[in-house]
């Protein structure tokens, strides 16, 4: 027995070792990349890349599976690598400490799928057109904020995509820049319209009141957001980057 019998009984023990040996980058660790990463992990997947910039803060809580009150103020990414290696001790875990956008020395060329869980266009856009020209597979996704069905979320080429606005503004860059096809996990739920009592952010990790307008110039709207959506999303794109690295079930 180990830790990933269950899995084989499944997949079969070559598809076991296919997971064991392939490399996976996630950018983004938060609430959908987050969990995307841990289910790499415990689906035995032997290398994980991880990208972002961000700490722990204390409203990751309500949806980001590694942050708690012991991990606030810790790197996001040092977090994800600690439980990564908790859940196996022999995985692979490669951590790239920065905001990704075009410009981003980290070389895709490595990897055999690249998840796309970062929240800006220009980021997404880029590891789209990197991978598309890499001929790399890639699965990014839409919005998950301002979302309360999970059961709304599915898989789709991104020009099948339907009512979510991110996914709407996606499809016109991709067309602009001769990408024919992405695969993306997103939501056909329209989205609520949030609060205003917690509605700004910024990259110091606070929440600013909306009388707080010249507190930071990185200051942006956030989205509202559940435990649950997030962590859906994240899951469905880890299963498909899995069963693709797994090939046909045994």
Known sequence: MNIFSRTEMLLG?????????????????????????????????GHIALCDDDVVCLTNINRQILATHQTVGQNKLDAMADRIRSI?????????????????????????????????????????????????????????????????????????TSVCPLAKVMRKECRVRGIT????????????VPSNDHAYSCKHNCICPPESAKHCEKRRQNPGSVAFVPAVAGIIMAGEVVKYIAGPAQ
């Open 13 to 45: 023990k070559p598809a076991m070792e296919r997971l064991s040996q392939a490399r996976v980058a996630v950018f983004g660790i938060g609430g959908v990349g987050g969990h995307a990463a841990e289910t790499l992990a415990r689906s035995g997947i």
């Open 88 to 160: 196996n001790p022999v995985a692979r875990v490669t951590t790239f400490p920065e905001f990704f956008m075009p410009g981003s020395g980290i070389d895709l060329r490595p990897f055999d799928y690249i998840m796309d869980a970062v929240d800006t266009v220009t980021a997404k856009l880029h590891l789209a057109e990197q991978a598309t020209a890499l001929g790399i597979p890639i699965i990014s996704c839409m919005g998950t904020g301002n979302k309360l069905d999970p059961t709304q979320l599915q898989v789709a080429d991104i020009y099948k």
């Open 181 to 192: 096809a992405l695969k993306v996990v997103y939501s056909q739920e329209t989205p609520l």
